[in-house]
């Protein structure tokens, strides 16, 4: 099935529907007409939906069988751009913690609760968004945004979820354009991402280890 977020009776709300667009349903519920529900990730088990509330932007997750949300994150922090990792035991997103847009991870339960507190991931004072982790756990794409927008890669222990020994983010896509949200093929061997490097945004598809070569 697709998870989407769309407007209905005002609110925009977190909907499901088959993979052709059929039989649309909105899952959550807002308290409010104010209150926009965004950026649905499905868990590794398809039984939970993470996704951004605003106002306030919190990451919460829906179990899909009893409708019951779960708040993920705390604080006063600026959290989006919700995924789950494969593995099921960390939702990553992005968050604004004082300097700057940076990534972070919450480690959680089956059902998308916390178990723990949150742990960053990448540092500094940029400007890091959608991170995507790949099928098998081994590398993490984001955009940062710099003087414009393009896409890094980590490389990531797939035991424990955090960056590999010495590893350091490494430009992936760059390019003049606006390159940003990709997402590993389930083969690893293409990322589909954003780009309006043709004067309109449309979807791109790169060869990941010709990414990683250069160019």
Same mark, same amino acid.
């Given at each position: 099935?697709?998870a989407?977020?769309?407007?209905?009776?005002?609110?925009?709300?977190?909907?499901?529907?088959?993979?052709?667009?059929?039989?649309?349903e909105?899952?959550?519920?807002a308290?409010?007409?104010?209150?926009?529900?965004?950026e649905?990730?499905?868990?590794?088990?398809?039984?939970?939906?993470?996704y951004?509330?605003v106002?306030?932007?919190?990451?919460?997750a829906?179990?899909?069988?009893?409708?019951?949300?779960?708040? &993920? +994150?705390? #604080?006063?922090?600026?959290d989006?751009?919700?995924?789950?990792? !494969? *593995? @099921? =035991?960390?939702?990553?997103y992005?968050?604004?913690?004082?300097?700057?847009?940076?990534?972070?991870?919450?480690p959680?339960?089956?059902?998308?609760?916390?178990?723990?507190?949150?742990e960053? &991931? +990448?540092? #500094?004072?940029?400007?890091?968004?959608?991170p995507?982790?790949? !099928? *098998? @756990? =081994?590398k993490?794409?984001?955009?940062?945004?710099?003087?414009?927008?393009?896409?890094y890669?980590?490389?990531i222990?797939?035991?424990t979820?955090?960056?590999?020994?010495?590893?350091?983010?490494?430009?992936l896509i760059?390019?003049p354009?606006?390159?940003s949200?990709?997402?590993?093929?389930?083969?690893e061997?293409?990322l589909?991402?954003?780009?309006?490097?043709?004067?309109?945004?449309t979807?791109?598809?790169?060869?990941?280890?010709a990414?990683e070569?250069g160019?």
């Open positions: 099935k697709l989407y977020d769309a407007s209905t009776n005002n609110s925009m709300l977190i909907h499901v529907a088959e993979i052709n667009g059929a039989n649309p909105a899952l959550s519920r308290s409010s007409e104010s209150e926009y529900h965004m649905p990730t499905w868990s590794p088990d398809s039984k939970y939906i993470a951004r509330k106002p306030g932007s919190k990451i919460y829906l179990d899909l069988q009893t409708l019951e949300e779960k708040r &993920v +994150t705390m #604080g006063a922090s600026y989006m751009n919700p995924v789950w990792a !494969p *593995d @099921g =035991k960390y939702i990553y992005t968050s604004y913690i004082a300097s700057g847009m940076t990534l972070w991870r919450m959680v339960k089956p059902d998308g609760s916390p178990r723990g507190m949150p960053p &991931v +990448t540092r #500094g004072t940029g400007h890091d968004f959608h995507m982790i790949s !099928p *098998d @756990g =081994k993490l794409s984001f955009h940062r945004i710099l003087m414009n927008s393009e896409i890669q980590l490389a222990n797939p035991l979820g955090r960056p590999a020994e010495n590893a350091q983010p490494k430009p760059s390019s354009a606006e390159d949200r990709g997402v590993y093929s389930p083969d061997t293409r589909a991402f954003n780009s309006d490097r043709n004067g309109n945004m979807i791109w598809i790169r060869d990941i280890k990414a070569s160019p």
